[in-house]
C-alpha cells in the first residue's frame, strides 16, 4: 500500500504542478468576438419612395409657372410652363429650335401633341402650329427641345416603381430651393428613360428646379393659378414641317445664281 501511494504521488505531482498553468493560460486567451448582430435590412426605397410622391403630386398640380432655363454659354431665357385643370399642358421655349434663333410652344391637348412656332429671329411669320401625333407620343427627337420633359412625361418615369432608376437624398443645387434627390439610370441601354440630375420639389408637387447635363431649370416665382385648358399659340397648319432645334446647314455660296458671275 504505501508503494501504491507513493506512485501515485509521483504520477500526480507534475499534473497537479502544470494545472495551475493550463488553467492560467485558457483564462488568459480571450475567446473571439462574437460576430456583430446584422443590423436588418437598410431601407434603400425610401428616397425613391418620397421621390415618386412628390412626383405624384406635382402630376395632380395644376398652375402656371415660369422658370429661368440656363445652359452653358448661352444666355438665360424664362420657359412659362401651364399646366390646365383638364390635364392638357403647354410649355413655350424661347430659342427653342433653329439653333436657338427661334421660339416654339409645344402643347399637349385632347387634340393631340404640338408645336407651335413664334414669332422671333429665325421664324418671321405668325405664330402658327403643326400637330405631331396623339397625345401619347413621343415628340420627334429632331424637334425636341427637351426643356419640358421634367414638367411633362418624366414624371410619369418617376412615379414608376418599374423604372430602372437608382434615387438618393441630395443638396438643393446652388439657386434652386425645394426637397431634392439625386436620381441616376440603372438600365445599360443608351435610351435611359429620363436625364440623370438633381430633381427638386415643393411640399405640394410644385417643381422648383431640374438640374441635368442639358442645362438647369429654376422657377423663377410663385406659381399662378391654372386655366381650365390650354390654348395653342396659333392655327393649325398642314402645309409645313415642324422646326428642328439644331440651327440650319450655312447656305452654301456655290449654290447662288451669282456665284462666279464677273
Known sequence: MPVLIRLAGRVLGPLALALPVLLAACTSEQPPAPPPADPGPVDVDAARDELAALAAAAQDRHLVAQYVYSQTGKPDRTVVFTSANDGSWRVDVPGGALGGTADVSMADTADGLFQCALPSAGHAESASC??????????????????????????????????????????????????????????????????????????????????????????????????????????????????????????????????GTP
Request: net charge negative; charged share 20%; proline share 15%.
Open 130 to 259: 403643326v400637330r405631331l401625333g396623339d397625345r401619347d407620343d413621343a415628340i420627334p427627337r429632331r424637334s425636341d427641345p427637351r426643356v419640358q420633359h421634367p414638367l411633362t412625361d418624366w414624371l410619369d418615369v418617376l412615379t414608376d416603381r418599374r423604372a430602372p432608376l437608382a434615387v438618393a437624398p441630395a443638396e438643393a443645387p446652388e439657386g434652386l430651393t425645394g426637397t431634392c434627390y439625386s436620381v441616376d439610370s440603372t438600365s445599360a441601354s443608351l435610351n435611359a428613360p429620363l436625364d440623370v440630375g438633381i430633381y427638386c420639389y415643393d411640399g405640394d408637387g410644385t417643381p422648383t428646379g431640374v438640374r441635368t447635363g442639358a442645362g438647369t431649370l429654376r422657377l423663377a416665382a410663385p406659381p399662378g393659378p391654372a386655366p381650365a385648358t390650354v390654348q395653342l399659340a396659333g392655327p393649325v397648319v398642314v402645309d409645313r414641317e415642324p422646326l428642328d432645334t439644331a440651327a440650319p446647314p450655312t447656305p452654301d455660296p456655290s449654290d447662288s445664281p451669282s456665284a
